[in-house]
């Protein structure tokens, strides 16, 4: 796993912000993440408005945040939160009971890193956590691809998608198209015979040139150019 820039210092907890209306869920949450050495809980929020405000107060690493909440749902806050100065580095993992939800798209162009059904065990979780926290996007899940394809398919036409990519050389279009795939640095540069650091330079080149806050963004931006069609 690579940590990116603005992520935790290698010795420091993860700082995990709890957002979610239904209190037994955040208990469940808080006792799973409390046996981590390396992750700590440092807020609870029930709504959207309370999310928004706990970040800004303890600027948490990574929110596990429900995407269906009152006052300010999931999407609303997330978008609030990584256009907030100062919160940049904030990283949201949004949380939901429905695997076709087609807000999880909207909750990706808002900002959010990556998403978990909420039925998720154990292990995935705390693996989304620290895979988010070092920077990179959880787009493991082939639903995540899946519902990225439906929710751009019909966009796509309408998009200025080569003014969009003029700005990459013709490598990084490529390594945007794999990215769009849900490879991962050390796959993309097998596929381009390229070190990973290589095509990690050429990601993060993409994401620097695109505005694109992490990869969960690219794989967005590549469905809504063309570069990656919906399976």
């Keep these: 796993m690579n940590a990116a820039a603005g992520s935790p210092a290698t010795n420091a907890p993860i700082k995990v912000l709890l957002a979610d209306d239904e209190g037994l869920v955040r208990s469940g949450f808080k006792v799973l993440l409390g046996v981590e050495d390396d992750i700590t809980v440092v807020g609870e929020a029930a709504n959207g408005h309370e999310a928004v405000e706990r970040a800004r107060a303890t600027r948490p690493d990574v929110v596990l945040m429900d995407i269906r909440m009152p006052k300010l749902d999931g999407i609303q806050a ?17 949380l939901t009971t429905y695997d076709t939800d087609e807000y999880v798209f909207e909750a990706l162009q808002a900002g959010a890193s990556g998403f978990l059904l909420k039925d998720a065990g154990p292990a995935e979780l705390l693996h989304a956590i620290r895979v988010v926290a070092a920077g990179d996007a959880l787009l493991a899940p082939r639903i995540t691809r899946r519902l990225i394809g439906q929710f751009t398919a019909q966009r796509t036409a309408t998009q200025a998608a080569e003014e969009r990519l003029a700005v990459l050389t013709q490598r990084e279009r490529e390594v945007l198209a794999l990215v769009g795939q849900g490879l991962s640095n050390n796959e993309i540069g097998s596929e381009l015979f390229l070190s990973p650091a290589t095509a990690r330079t050429h990601v993060s080149r993409a994401m620097a040139k695109l505005g694109a806050r992490d990869r969960a963004q690219l794989v967005v931006i590549a469905y809504q150019t063309g570069l990656v069609t919906a399976p």
């Design 78 to 94: 997330t978008t609030q939160i990584t256009e907030t100065r100062g919160l940049e580095q904030v990283r949201v993992i949004i």
